[in-house]
């Protein structure tokens, strides 16, 4: 039983989540549809390139996040009626990590 939904503000958490994720997966399909070069992955300030790769690396970050915000629903929602304090944890990270994967996002579309 989804103990999660009936609270709205876990429920507005990851639902914005989600929608940022969306929104980067989105943006991300657009901008780099047209690319067939190899992606610039890290770029370091002081040595230069260091990390090249392709667009389904790009794809496999999304993926893993889309995981980890999954993983951390079910976290929260199987300890919510133990541990509430927890489970609005688990929703901020998830949501502080949609938001880092939205500016790793931008970082590598603007240097490609």
């Not at 989600?18 to 992606?39: D, G, H, W």
Request: proline content about 1%.
């Amino acid at each position: 039983m989804l103990f999660i939904i009936k609270d709205k503000y876990l429920r507005a958490v990851f639902g914005i989540s989600l929608a940022v994720l969306i929104i980067t997966s989105i943006i991300v399909f657009l901008k780099l549809r047209q690319i067939y070069n190899p992606l610039v992955i890290h770029f370091d300030a002081y040595s230069g390139i260091d990390f090249f790769g392709e667009k389904t690396n790009i794809f496999g970050i999304l993926a893993t996040t889309f995981a980890a915000i999954g993983i951390n629903f079910f976290l929260a929602d199987f300890l919510y009626n133990r541990e509430r304090f927890l489970s609005y944890i688990f929703a901020f990270v998830s949501l502080e990590l949609a938001i880092l994967i939205l500016m790793a996002m931008s970082v590598i579309i603007s240097v490609n």
